[in-house]
């Protein structure tokens, strides 16, 4: 008996797992599915979600080659097999095959678009496989001709000797086998300024707005396809944050930053796509100088509190990253571009100098957001902001003066309290900085708000 073990093969993402088989007079044991101690030796948290045996009655049964649209774990109960995989998805790998005699004391991880065919080599073989996607009638898949000179499977028992089905007679060649396309990215809320800036950052992404797909909708949210995404990036947000305050915006608020996220994070659990989700330092009631990702959720107006529950509904699926921000410039209205158009009118503003914390360009954040993704960082919460220090409205609009020629100051400081004086905003944060360590650790460095300000500006 030999210890579990996985390797490697030639599939990028094919992985043979050799399983310990525990025999004696009665017969032999296995565990041909042990969650915690695969994973820990590299295999993928796949989720299988049904259950397969395909029971080979004679020898020379002769099934494939078929890459479903599901991750599988394949493995024998009993008998011997001859196995083929045929990697067919796009990319410079596409048509490299891997062969391997099967028997019960090993298993095959087998991702998504990777053809897989088998032969038995016993009567009586049974071929059992996890898969993470419920089967249906309905699915197409890319299939490959058995027999294809240019796939050169090595059949041990001649094709015009096995039980081939009809079907897989009829497969195509691989030359005129489509390869399957790598899962996308869907970017929701695509009429944001944080949308257009994740655009850019993912051009092949495909792109949604309120009107294709609302995130409060539950049943559209159901029919969707989110079989073709791996990524889903949700840009869309309530953020009037005084207009949340009124009976019509309290609801729209809670509907779109809090039961939206929820939707999002029960299906991306039952879809296994990586849900991005974005939130803010409001979430916070601004008592601490810094704010760490692990502090505990303080909001204080409407808007706030329906991010803090979006944040609380997006954790609980495991394939997540929350990415909290502040003070988002983009294309688009901003207090950036407001205070620039006054510079440029000869206005002198009243700003508040007493609520403090980064600006964050929407460029910057959609360049964190594809690091996280590319460097394969641990699910959880982020902080992403620009880098450099803590500021005030009031001296973020005295650097655009300058930077517009203006003097700085022509720029009034004005208290939270004289700001609200005659009008009810809602409560906001006086401290919202937050902690970049994090963020940091995982390799990205964040632009300065002071080098970013000046290019924005320029442009």
């Known amino acids: 008996m030999s210890e579990l073990s ?19 007079s009665r017969g032999w044991f296995k565990e041909s599915w042990q969650r915690e101690k695969m994973l820990a030796l590299g295999l993928p948290d796949f989720g299988p979600v ?4 395909s029971f080979n009655e004679r020898r020379g049964v002769t099934r ?27 990319g410079p790998q596409f048509g490299t095959l891997v062969t391997i005699e099967l028997d019960p004391s090993m298993a095959v991880f087998v991702p998504r678009g990777v053809g897989n065919s088998y032969q038995a080599l016993e009567d009586g073989t049974a071929y059992s496989y996890l898969v993470n996607d419920h089967w249906s009638a309905n699915r197409r898949y890319v299939a490959v001709d058995l027999g294809d000179p240019a796939v050169g499977v090595p059949w041990p028992i001649p094709l015009a000797e096995a039980d081939v089905s009809d079907k897989d007679r009829q497969n195509p060649r691989l030359s005129h086998a489509s390869p399957v396309p790598p899962p996308g990215v869907l970017i929701l809320g695509s009429g944001g300024q944080l949308a257009r800036a994740l655009s850019q950052v993912f051009p092949e992404a495909r792109t ?15 029919a969707w396809n989110w079989h073709d995404y791996d990524v ?23 509907q779109t930053n ?3 996220p929820a939707h999002l994070a029960r299906l991306a659990t039952k879809h296994r796509f990586t849900l991005v989700h974005y939130s803010t330092d409001y979430v916070f009631d601004g008592a601490q100088d810094d704010h760490t990702e692990d502090e505990p959720l303080s909001p204080l107006g409407v808007y706030a509190q329906s991010k803090a529950a979006g944040d609380l ?19 688009g209205k901003n207090f950036v571009a407001t205070m620039s158009a006054l510079a440029r009118r000869g206005i002198s503003p009243q700003v508040v100098d007493d609520q403090h914390g980064r600006l964050t360009f929407s460029l910057e954040l959609a360049r964190a957001t594809k690091h996280l993704l590319d460097v394969s960082a641990p699910y959880g919460t982020y902080n992403v902001t620009n880098a450099g220090p803590v500021m005030s409205w009031a001296e973020v609009a005295r650097q655009v003066f300058a930077l517009c020629g203006r003097d700085p100051g022509d720029v009034v400081p004005i208290s939270t309290e004289q700001y609200a004086s005659g009008r009810s905003p809602a409560p906001r944060p006086r401290r919202g900085g937050l902690h970049l360590a994090k963020l940091r650790r995982t390799g990205f460095e964040p632009e300065s708000a002071a080098t970013a300000l000046e290019r924005y500006l320029s442009t």
């Not at 024998?76 to 083929?84: D, P």
């Not at 954790?315 to 294309?331: A, D, I, K, Q």
């Open 232 to 254: 889903v990036i949700n840009a869309a947000a309530w953020t009037d944050v005084d207009g949340a305050e009124s009976l019509s915006g309290r609801q729209q608020a809670w």
């Open 64 to 90: 494939g080659i078929h890459a479903e649209p599901w991750d599988k774990l394949v493995s024998l109960a009993t008998g011997r097999g001859f196995g083929a995989w045929v990697d067919l998805r796009e």
């Open 313 to 331: 509904a997006v954790v609980t699926t495991p394939r997540h990253l929350l990415l909290r921000t502040s003070w988002l410039v983009g294309e």
């Open 50 to 53: 049904q259950q397969n045996i």
């Open 6 to 24: 996985v390797e490697t093969t030639a599939i990028p993402g094919m992985i043979v797992l050799r399983l310990p088989v525990h025999h004696d």
């Open 258 to 260: 809090a039961q939206g």
């Open 208 to 222: 949604t707005g309120v009107r294709d797909l609302d995130i409060t909708d539950r049943d559209a949210l159901e």
